[in-house]
């Protein structure tokens, strides 16, 4: 695989020891990851002068609704230098295949910061750090993740896919010089864009039947556009099994009886979650090879990235 996704990553984890306590975090997955991708690291509290080590900030929202990033011990708030620098940033931003950041972080934070009314009072630990959410607000189309969230299986396969489809969109897709390279690029990844949206792929078979009408920069963008939406929403393990049933489909007749009921057992088993998608899936290239199904060795859903990203940590 010749993909190498840019991610913007917390610079806390992994790379530099610049947590406001002097600490680096060390994360496994991370530095896995770090072998197929290229990091963009950056920590938002260094690049507003905040210093290593510093007095820890908070997320603060008062009687007027807006959130504010305050140091607690001097009342510092350092709402307008955070957004300043996120704007900056996030808008220079060319590059960008998604973001792997520090989980509980007022700055880092998604989803999981704590937010409080007062400097005691805790409100909830459900928002997402100053940073975390302007880069939600630049790129709605990214997936955005935090190195906690990172362990679970699911959320670490749907965030991982994702960065390498959205890789091959940006650097094959956009680069394409006609319709015949966007009809084998959909080709290849007709049953992952099955697995996100049965909608969104039609739509796209759709814009691709009729590309005569429309110019070739106004399909190309419009497929791009179509394709990102398609892998926002996280499939669950049905949406699985019906594609994994769609691709077998198409040597089904050439198995015998009890090939074809040793199949159905193994899906039934990874509905109830007892096997695994990648034992599946090797079982099922082993059968497209011999059956010399090209068509389906090539799709991205049996490769959707590199293998050693699959192990659990
Ligand atoms: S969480 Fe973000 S702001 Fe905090 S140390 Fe890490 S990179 Fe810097």
Request: with cysteine; hydrophobic share 40%; glycine share 4%.
């Amino acid at each position: 695989m010749n993909l190498k996704p840019k991610v913007v990553i917390s610079k806390c984890i992994n790379i530099a020891p610049v947590r406001y306590n002097g600490e680096i975090i060390s994360d496994e997955f991370a530095r896995k990851l770090g072998k197929y991708v290229d990091y963009i690291a950056v920590c938002p509290e260094v690049e507003i002068c905040l210093g290593v080590p510093r007095a820890p900030v908070i997320l603060i929202k008062n009687n007027d609704g807006k959130v504010k990033m305050i140091e607690p011990q001097k009342g510092t708030n350092y709402t307008e230098a955070m957004e300043k620098f996120a704007n900056e940033f996030l808008s220079n931003l060319k590059e960008v295949d998604g973001f792997l950041l520090k989980a509980r972080s007022p700055s880092c934070g998604v989803m999981d910061t704590k937010l409080y009314s007062t400097i005691n009072d805790e409100i909830t630990n459900g928002v997402s750090g100053i940073f975390a959410t302007k880069a939600m607000e630049y790129f709605a189309d990214l997936p955005v993740e935090d190195e906690d969230r990172l362990t679970d299986y699911w959320i670490r396969y749907n965030f991982v896919t994702r960065i390498f489809a959205l890789c091959d969109i940006r650097t094959n897709l956009v680069n394409a010089k006609d319709m015949r390279e966007i009809l084998q690029l959909h080709e290849r990844y007709n049953y992952l864009i099955m697995l996100y949206s049965q909608t969104k792929l039609k739509e796209m078979n759709q814009l691709l039947t009729n590309y005569k009408t429309q110019g070739f920069g106004e399909v190309k963008n419009k497929y791009t556009k179509l394709f990102k939406k398609a892998l926002k929403r996280q499939p669950g393990l049905i949406s699985h099994y019906n594609v994994l049933r769609h691709i077998i489909d198409h040597f089904s007749d050439k198995l015998s009886s009890a090939e074809r009921e040793h199949i159905q057992k193994t899906l039934n088993m990874f509905l109830k979650g007892n096997i695994a998608l990648n034992d599946i899936n090797k079982l099922i290239k082993e059968l497209a090879f011999q059956f010399q199904e090209h068509h389906l060795l090539n799709q991205v859903y049996l490769n959707p990235f590199p293998n050693e990203l699959n192990r659990n940590c």
